[in-house]
């Protein structure tokens, strides 16, 4: 079916125009004598219509100018009245309209309505009138002129008229309707299929997310035991043979990487399952020109030589560096002078970056630049990146510059201890300050990064 209105659609027009050429020039073979077409009275008629019929699923405009076209030239004298036996080729012209209404726009269809029933005034006038028609040969002959012959035959001729297109119409827009139909049901179908696939889709999300979250929890605690509990065997254990030290070293390392790469790839997982792609320390480089190009005039340097660090080493180092840059931008401004130096000299990356302290913030404000009352989310999360890489954090204000320093292990050294730490355990011969030492090893703590030094932050 929906094939045959397809093809309907297209070429149902010619097809029909075909059809009422041939039937008329079928029934009118005994009156159009040996010379055929050529001679007989209708032939313009016939031809116009037949055209009107061919065009108006193409070209619905044309249609009815060609309509208009025949009318014009009868009531002119151009084209020859209707005769008796050939009134009816005039339904040609609706049966235009039937292949408009089913095939046009709105607005086409709006036009050729109005059209036809002037048309249809129009064709009843020549019908009746003595100058055309004359009643066509079925109307009683009135002598009072045309006023008499409209005003009793006119209104039974137009509402027949009327009626004819009405129904040729209806066929057109119940094809219309008919075919609006099946959009919207395919519309229906498409629209549960979409939603029905959406449920789904949501339902894996939210199953990825939970079992993601259950991921982090259960690899965050295991990982961060192994590895203190390698770091505090290690130190305990200095008088072992060098091969068990190095095997607990390798542990505590490789611990501290996996937490970070299962870190890294359970936050980049997208709703397609594929790992993003992470930012590495290169990226720093064009990081920094971007801030530059944002009136940050931000000094870069470097000491030592360089190390090889893990891939989620180099995303905290990235992050965190992308961090101090934005809040320098966002609290100091446009202009605002930030240093950046990386210090590869020692046992891990020393990172530390100053940035000029705006007036606006007061010694012994919050951890958000300064706004009373509210924590900024910017130096937690930091120091968050640095403790997964195996290193520490310590942020807060030096004279009129807000500073941040960040150590990052070596990813093939252990994550040593600050000189504060050592020192303690040399003053402390007891096993409770030895206790203390892997703790400090794995948070990051650090006697600089207390609250005498983070009484101001930003973030």
């Known amino acids: 079916m929906e094939q045959t209105l397809k093809f309907a659609?297209?070429?149902?027009?010619?097809?029909?125009?075909?059809?009422?050429?041939?039937?008329?020039?079928?029934?009118?073979?005994?009156?159009?004598?040996?010379?055929?077409?050529?001679?007989?009275?209708?032939?313009?008629?016939?031809?116009?219509?037949?055209?009107?019929?061919?065009?108006?699923?193409?070209?619905?405009y044309a249609s009815l100018g060609l309509t208009a076209i025949l009318l014009l030239g009868q009531l002119t004298?151009?084209?020859?009245?209707?005769?008796?036996?050939?009134?009816?080729?005039?339904?040609?012209?609706?049966?235009?309209?039937?292949?408009?209404?089913?095939?046009?726009?709105?607005?086409?269809?709006?036009i050729a309505g109005a059209a036809n029933v002037v048309f249809t005034a129009v064709i009843t006038f020549l019908m009746l009138s003595w100058r055309y028609g004359?009643?066509?040969?079925?109307?009683?002959?009135?002598?009072?002129?045309?006023?008499?012959?409209?005003?009793?035959?006119?209104?039974?001729?137009?509402?027949?008229?009327?009626?004819?297109?009405?129904?040729?119409?209806?066929?057109?827009?119940a094809l219309a309707l008919y075919e609006d139909r099946g959009k919207l049901f395919q519309s229906k179908v498409l629209a549960q299929a979409s939603l029905k696939e959406t449920e789904v889709e949501l339902v894996v999300e939210q199953e990825r997310t939970r079992i993601a979250r259950d991921l982090h929890d259960v690899l965050a605690h295991s990982l961060a035991v192994i590895a203190a509990q390698a770091d505090g065997t290690r130190y305990l254990s200095q008088d072992q043979p060098k091969a068990v030290l190095d095997a607990l070293e390798n542990i505590a390392v490789s611990a501290r990487h996996a937490l970070v790469d299962a870190q890294r790839v359970i936050e980049g997982v997208r709703d397609d399952g594929l790992v993003a792609p992470q930012p590495?320390?290169?990226?720093?480089?064009?990081?920094?020109?971007?801030m530059r190009q944002g009136s940050?005039?931000?000094?870069?340097?470097?000491?030592?030589?360089p190390v090889e660090l893990g891939?989620?080493?180099?995303?905290?180092?990235?992050?965190?560096?992308?961090?101090?840059?934005?809040?320098?931008?966002?609290?100091?401004?446009?202009?605002?002078a930030v240093r950046l130096h990386f210090d590869w000299s020692g046992p891990g990356l020393t990172m530390h970056v100053a940035s000029?302290?705006?007036?606006?913030?007061?010694?012994?404000?919050?951890?958000?630049?300064?706004?009373?009352?509210?924590?900024?989310?910017?130096?937690?999360?930091?120091?968050?990146r640095a403790h997964l890489a195996g290193g520490w954090l310590s942020s807060g204000p030096d004279g009129e510059q807000f500073r941040v320093t960040v150590f990052i292990?070596?990813?093939?050294?252990?994550?040593?201890?600050?000189?504060e730490v050592a020192s303690d355990r040399e003053d402390v011969p007891s096993g409770k300050g030895l206790e203390q030492e892997p703790a400090l090893a794995l948070e990051g703590a650090s006697p600089s990064s207390g609250p005498e030094r983070e009484s101001v932050g930003r973030g």
């Open 77 to 110: 004298y151009f084209i020859r009245p209707p005769w008796p036996n050939y009134w009816a080729i005039y339904i040609g012209s609706f049966i235009a309209l039937a292949f408009i209404l089913w095939t046009g726009s709105r607005r086409q269809r709006s």
């Open 134 to 173: 004359y009643g066509v040969g079925w109307f009683r002959p009135l002598y009072s002129g045309d006023r008499g012959a409209m005003s009793y035959y006119g209104w039974q001729l137009f509402s027949t008229l009327i009626l004819i297109a009405a129904g040729c119409a209806a066929v057109g827009i």
């Open 280 to 290: 590495r320390l290169t990226d720093v480089g064009p990081l920094v020109e971007r």
């Open 409 to 419: 292990p070596y990813g093939s050294r252990p994550a040593p201890l600050l000189p």
């Open 9 to 60: 659609r297209h070429w149902g027009a010619p097809v029909a125009a075909v059809i009422f050429f041939a039937l008329w020039c079928v029934g009118e073979a005994g009156r159009m004598g040996p010379s055929g077409l050529s001679t007989w009275p209708g032939t313009w008629m016939l031809v116009l219509m037949t055209l009107a019929i061919a065009v108006a699923v193409w070209k619905p």
């Open 356 to 384: 000029e302290l705006p007036a606006s913030v007061s010694i012994g404000g919050t951890d958000d630049g300064g706004a009373a009352g509210r924590v900024g989310r910017g130096i937690p999360g930091m120091r968050e």
């Open 311 to 336: 891939a989620g080493q180099q995303l905290a180092v990235f992050r965190i560096v992308q961090e101090c840059l934005t809040n320098a931008l966002k609290h100091g401004g446009r202009g605002t």
């Open 296 to 305: 940050l005039k931000v000094q870069q340097s470097e000491t030592g030589t």
